[in-house]
């Protein structure tokens, strides 16, 4: 193998996804980098390039089409979308409606097989079950979902898995722990599992419509020491409340970090944002 090239069939973002895992092995449990913050809106509008200079994170769904045929985008859309974003644009594959079912079918088949192409074309490091509430906690549903995990590629591209419904934090975080997968969470609702990877909804309900610096503040400190932090911020003002959340976390980093961006982790609860800090 020639020297400084990658191996053959390894992309340079799983190479960078495998250096950042050994980095934080090396540390060991008493040190961890400043979290690296990937953030991104709802929803993709207009061109994809333009997009990625206002975030640098994209939920993808990979869903079947009007026709039941093929699924959508198309592979050939999700490759121009790959080279038109730079190297550290991250992408998040979601299971469509079918597959989310967590139902074994010819269509779920069929989103499975477009997802995991989707995230070889994408290069995506997540990807994203959110299952309905009709997926409830029972031996049954935890065996199915287990084997969607078991057919989902993660040595690098993170399962995330993120339920809906009567599932307790406490139960659906030990399942997670259980599946080797990220529990995603709404920071401002749920408390925030530990992990090296979290994944987070910033989530528009009720009389939410946007989130203020004292709220943003607290979820920062609530995620804590991670090595990466994929958020997705579904309110209206995203591209600035986006901003804001990335200074806050600079700052946090820079006032609790040693030389070398390292800080010690220490022991603490997990924190939940109060409705009142909300707006």
Known sequence: MAQGRPAAGISLSNLKALAHSLLACNMGPALAMTPRWH??????RGAV???????????VRIALGETRERTEPSLATLRRWRKAVPPH?????????????AKASDLAKLELD??????DALQARCFVLRTPPE???????RGRIAKIVESVPHDVTHFV????GVWELEDAAAQARAYDAVLAVDPAQEAVPRGPIAYLRLRALGA??????AALERIVQAVGARRDVFTIIETDGALQEGKRLRAIARESGASSSGPGGLHRVRPRSDIVVRDDEQE
């Open 89 to 101: 644009f991250d992408f998040a594959v979601v299971a469509g409606t079918h597959l989310s079912s």
């Open 161 to 164: 898995w993120e339920p809906s």
């Open 114 to 119: 477009a997802a995991r192409a989707a995230i």
């Open 208 to 213: 939410t419509r946007s989130f203020g610096s």
């Open 49 to 59: 390039s333009a997009y990625a200079k206002r975030f640098d994170l994209l939920e």
């Open 39 to 44: 953030i991104g809106a709802k929803e993709l």
């Open 135 to 141: 997926v409830t906690p029972t031996a049954l549903w």
